[in-house]
């Protein structure tokens, strides 16, 4: 079957084609056809020709650009779920620690929910197949908690320590994949929204959080794309209309082989008006330098926090007939003024590509904006004060914010490294989860009176010689503020929701400190979008 496949692919392909350049592709073609003949029945040993193909496909892509590449039918599935916004499973969040499976939270009216599972369960068994203990690889715990909507799938749960083991039957179903992590008010008129990706379901659960705080009196607005790695090109042009007047150029996209497209905003965005803020690092890309790009060349709002990734190439995905898809770079991004979202790379060389960000670390870039150095053919105006913006890869911001590595200490990482800091502070809740939910019946309460205890520090420390991870007084006091908040955070999020946690994690969220800063000072959050 695969011998006819591979021809009737390229057959199509070279149809498409210009018939000057036919020729010449049926050669190549007859050239690939023969060679995988060749290989296939004629070499040495016995061989997959399934492998073959998928390999020559991988290999010819590796060879054009980082981020054209193929992906295997599972691959597929697992790359699309995510900005599908659902997909058929059993509705909880979960995390592997010590290779035991601790549910973070169950989805809300989702199927775990309904037969009774909470944060906090350790599952131990999927059916007859002991997921606990056994060094089981997360993937494939996933594919045995996921399966069809309608079926059946039977759990074992361990609750408390020395707890008996409940048993639960669950029947799958659809599961909302949701891509905003937070929205609250940071202050009496300023709303913060954090979005993690650019899926589906996005701009309802932005539109829907918007209104929720534009009732609480919300004027102005933080949007923080920190770590967003982006996701469909539409979205992110929504969100962006979002913010800017009728007819303003957003994105515009251009290749060899595919004409100029553009986006314009409509007119009918919801926040046209009022003082916005993007937040953005090394980890935004794509989609969220879109947004931030189209924002700082109208001058529309600050860009905050540290320059974005650079991923200006747009994929197109080839389904193929197996289940498997090829996602080829066919244009590039360009913001309204023209810049090239795309950091440089060259053909072939994937590994310098990924490891740009290791190298901007290790250059001095994330903590000192004077390390960074763009030519004057670099150089672009906005389009409205006619301010100087940098092009040549990601979005540079309009104001920097160093990354913070003074709150650390090397026995604090480990101890995040290994996971004990997320056990820690599922234990203390398994053991004082009533008491907890008597004391503090809303957030509110718990933000204000809930102190980590000196016992559950205690606690951490000796997990971690348990882990043979060696003590130091000094790195542990060192970092011992950074440890409580994160504890304290943890435990809200296992409490309540992700909202709750990003409520008290952002008490060290510098970049957003000093959005709120600019956003509160009318002077300074004008003159930033001047001309200098």
Do not use: C
């Amino acid at each position: 079957m695969k011998k006819i496949l591979l021809p009737l692919l390229l057959g199509a392909i070279v149809t498409a084609l210009p018939a000057g350049a036919q020729n010449n592709s049926n050669s190549d073609a007859r050239k690939l056809q023969m060679a995988l003949y060749a290989v296939s029945n004629l070499y040495v040993d016995s061989t997959d020709q399934r492998k073959l193909v998928e390999d020559a496909i991988a290999g010819m892509l590796e060879k054009l650009d980082p981020h054209s590449n193929y992906l295997n039918p599972e691959e597929t599935k697992e790359m699309t779920e995510p900005l599908q916004g659902n997909f058929d499973g059993i509705g909880i969040q979960f995390n592997m620690l010590t290779d035991t499976l601790y549910v973070i939270q169950v989805i809300p009216g989702g199927p775990s929910e309904r037969v009774g599972l909470r944060a906090g369960d350790r599952i131990i068994q999927v059916n007859d197949t002991v997921i606990a203990g056994v060094q089981m690889k997360t993937n494939d715990i996933m594919k045995r908690l996921r399966g069809r909507k309608g079926t059946e799938v039977t759990v074992k749960v361990l609750r408390d320590k020395g707890a008996e083991i409940l048993d639960f039957k669950i029947i799958r179903d659809k599961i909302p994949v949701f891509s905003l992590d937070a929205a609250y008010m940071a202050d009496k008129t300023t709303g913060y929204i954090k979005l993690n990706r650019f899926a589906i379901s996005s701009m309802d659960e932005y539109r829907e959080a918007f209104e929720k705080l534009r009732k609480q009196g919300m004027k102005n607005l933080v949007l923080d794309l920190q770590g967003n790695g982006g996701g469909f090109l539409n979205i992110a042009i929504d969100l962006a209309d979002e913010f800017l007047a009728k007819g303003k150029l957003i994105v515009y996209t251009e290749g060899v082989s595919q004409p100029r497209e553009t986006a314009t905003a409509t007119g009918k965005g919801n926040f046209e008006q009022g003082r916005l803020v993007v937040l953005v690092d090394e980890g935004s890309a794509s989609a969220s330098e879109i947004v931030s790009g189209a924002i700082q060349d109208w001058d529309r709002g600050i860009i905050l926090g540290r320059r974005t990734f650079g991923k200006g190439l747009v994929q197109k995905p080839i389904p193929l007939p197996d289940g498997s898809m090829i996602r080829l770079t066919v244009s590039r991004y360009y913001t309204p003024n023209g810049r090239s979202i795309q950091k440089p790379y060259e053909k072939g060389d994937a590994d310098s590509y990924q490891h740009d960000l290791i190298d901007r670390y290790n250059k001095g870039e994330l903590m000192s904006a004077d390390s960074i150095h763009f030519p004057d053919s670099m150089k672009y105006n906005t389009l409205t004060a006619g301010r100087v913006v940098y092009g040549g890869g990601g979005i540079m911001p309009d104001i920097f914010i160093p990354i913070d590595t003074t709150l650390s200490s090397p026995y604090h990482r480990r101890l995040i490294a290994t996971g004990i800091v997320n056990r820690a502070a599922m234990n203390y809740l398994d053991e004082h989860r009533a008491e907890m939910v008597r004391q503090y019946k809303n957030f509110d309460k718990y933000k204000a009176g809930f102190t980590v205890p000196e016992s559950l520090l205690q606690q951490v420390v000796e997990m971690a010689n348990e882990e043979k991870i060696e003590y130091s007084e000094e790195q542990f006091n060192h970092a011992k503020p950074l440890l409580t908040l994160q504890l304290k955070a943890l435990i809200a999020r296992d409490m309540y929701e992700m909202n709750q946690y990003f409520q008290i994690i952002n008490d060290i969220n510098d970049s957003l400190k000093a959005a709120l800063r600019i956003i509160n000072d009318p002077a300074a959050y004008s003159s930033t979008l001047e001309k200098k």
